[in-house]
């Protein structure tokens, strides 16, 4: 079946814009994780959704980063002023569900590449 | 919160040896371990894991260990062939809350 899709795939966007990312995750699946990977690094967790209900924002760096899910599938994550620090891979990742003391396996979108001019 | 540690952080192996990565982790109360393989300009893969229930998991020529007690993962590649290069990430999660934490990441070269 489809993967997990993002758009856009490339964005370059000038410092002080709004940019908006989408994540379009397995059918079916429950959960969805937006992180954010540097080149040479792992990635970085941002925030997660178990239906629309967004469970941890902790990992967003300041309130200029937002997300929502409001139907429970397609997630938007949001950079609003954009600064040349934002510049990274962001990578969005599905899981089958919710529940029990284990998670389920995560599977990780192509990304979107922003660059900040 | 968690902090995963991985070693080392490049590795380069002749064709047919075997690849060892190994990763430690800080919160007791993580239970979910998986690797992901990341080829270059590709999306992080899923190629193994394993849960604290159980202490070593096999699939063909990958192998993964868990310590609990010393809190250390392992990641074994047998028989290795010129396709296994790429980056190898460790990653560990709580059940509750699904978040994976990853390490740096090891870069392994396959010489044919």
């Known amino acids: 079946g489809a993967g997990v899709s993002q758009s856009p795939r490339y964005k370059v966007t000038k410092r002080g814009q709004d940019v908006a990312l989408r994540c379009d995750p397995i059918?079916?699946?429950?959960?969805l994780y937006w992180y954010r990977q540097a080149l040479g690094q792992g990635p970085e967790f941002l925030t997660y959704?178990?239906?629309?209900?967004?469970?941890?924002k902790s990992g967003l760096p300041n309130d200029r980063f937002s997300a929502e899910r409001p139907e429970g599938s397609i997630s938007t994550l949001t950079i609003q002023r954009t600064e040349q620090r934002d510049s990274a891979m962001y990578r969005c990742?599905?899981?089958?569900?919710?529940?029990?003391?284990?998670?389920?396996?995560?599977?990780f979108g192509p990304g979107t590449r922003l660059t900040v001019t | 919160g968690e902090n995963v540690e991985q070693h080392p952080s490049t590795l380069s192996v002749q064709e047919g040896d075997s690849a060892v990565i190994k990763c430690t982790y800080s919160?007791?109360?993580?239970?979910?371990f998986p690797w992901y393989k990341q080829e270059l300009g590709k999306r992080p893969q899923l190629i193994i894991d394993?849960?604290?229930?159980?202490g070593e998991k096999k699939d063909q020529r990958i192998a993964v260990t868990l310590n609990k007690t010393a809190k250390h993962f392992s990641l074994h590649i047998t028989e290795t062939q010129p396709e296994d290069s790429a980056v190898y990430f460790c990653?560990?999660?709580?059940?509750?809350?699904?978040?994976?934490?990853f390490g740096k990441g090891t870069k392994l070269s396959v010489k044919p």
């Open positions: 990742a599905s899981s089958l569900g919710v529940g029990g003391s284990m998670p389920y396996e995560q599977y």
């Open positions: 059918s079916g699946h429950v959960s």
């Open positions: 959704f178990n239906y629309e209900a967004q469970q941890d």
């Open positions: 919160d007791s109360a993580s239970n979910y």
């Open positions: 394993i849960r604290s229930n159980v």
């Open positions: 990653a560990a999660s709580r059940g509750s809350q699904g978040n994976l934490i």
